[in-house]
């Protein structure tokens, strides 16, 4: 990797037990005032926050393999996205782009047509989150269609929105009790290489999913298939190769909707700049946010012209949507992205992670399944010899890892997956660290 400089020592250094006492007294003051129903994977607050460590209100420096879930890409405050932010702030915070525009949207639009994966004449819609992004493009498919039926597939997570909690597949915590959910969803088999039965091929998953798409709901009502093309909350679930394509093709072939909810796999983290490039899919829509924008919320829509530009003026916006500071952060993000070359870092900590990973599966015989894509990588977790899942172990990993000083974030339907997702600028001794401590974590817990 080029090298970086950091403002922050990028070293793991404790000075309290964590949470130390500042951030036990915000804990205090937060339950006062916050909502219950926000929770935090760490009970540390933050103070500073640079390249791979995040420094917490008592003085403790923690390995970041987190990213606030893979949004960091570049850094929590890389110095080109801060002076970008600085400077647009310094001349305007707001317009409304739906009222007087501005060139930091229309850029971006420019730099997503030519980023995200087709040579084919592309148009752009900027939002804030991800959910209104998945939102958005279904609603492009739904008019461009005039069809209404979606498809979303087992472990699928969309957002927390109500269309998006009905695409999420986990009930507890995104969906329980906040029902009726929007209606017209469909839900299809994932690929799942570990937990299919043995030798089942991409293709042949994508015929099990054909054939229930044929019966259940019929090409001539359905709008839209939306897929991650590696699932991220769902368990970092690579699908066999083939699944993709075989289903993006009969997609094209029947005029639904293709789109590759790249909100958690885009921007050079996969190690390309989008997953979809790993298999040699063109989506018809790509959603797009997290990684974007080095920590400013920003959202997008990407897809082929005919489909976008068949809505009416009008129907699609948002008073924030594509604000102008967040404009200039994702355009400085890009930038650093391809000055840093990160798609080829992502693949390095993919080449540094793996082996080890691979090795602490062979010798603790808790590991179930290691798999990912560049610095987007995943341990399943099970009961020796057996693929059962093992929650209580994920969960006393993260904590007694956190209690170490790493940060490490878990997922997966059955809650047994601890995923990877360290920035992409985290130094090589950083990375070595973090996981020399899940490695001895995971040792002890299963002695
Ligand atoms: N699509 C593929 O990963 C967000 C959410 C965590 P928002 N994932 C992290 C949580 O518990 O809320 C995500 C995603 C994919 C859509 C989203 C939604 O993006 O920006 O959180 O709305």
Known sequence: MTPISYRLPQQRNLV???PGPRSAALTTRRKAAVAAGVGSSVPVYVADADGGV???VDGNSLIDLGSGIAVTSVGASHPAVAAAVAEQAAHFTHTCFMVTPYEGYVRVAEELAALTPGQHDKRTVLF??????VENAIKVARLATGKTAVVAFDHAYHGRTNLTMALTAKSMPYKANFGPFAPEVYRMPMSYPYRDEAGLTGEQAAQRVISRMEAQIGADSLAAIIIEPVQGEGGFIVPAPGFLGTLAEWARQREVVFIADEVQ???ARTGAWFASEHEDIVPDIITMAKGIAGGMPLAAITGRADLLDEVHPGGLGGTYGGNPVACAAALATLD??????LPARAREIEAAVMPKLHALAAETGVIGDVRGRGAMIAIELVRPGTSEPDPVLTKAVAAEALSRGVVLLTCGTYGNVIRLLPPLVISDELLADG???LADVLREQTR
């Open 16 to 18: 309290t037990s964590l």
């Open 435 to 437: 996981l020399s401590v």
């Open 128 to 133: 804030n989150s991800g959910a209104e992004a």
């Open 54 to 56: 995040i420094v917490d």
């Open 336 to 341: 650093v992205m391809r000055e840093l070359d």
């Open 265 to 267: 796999t885009g921007f």
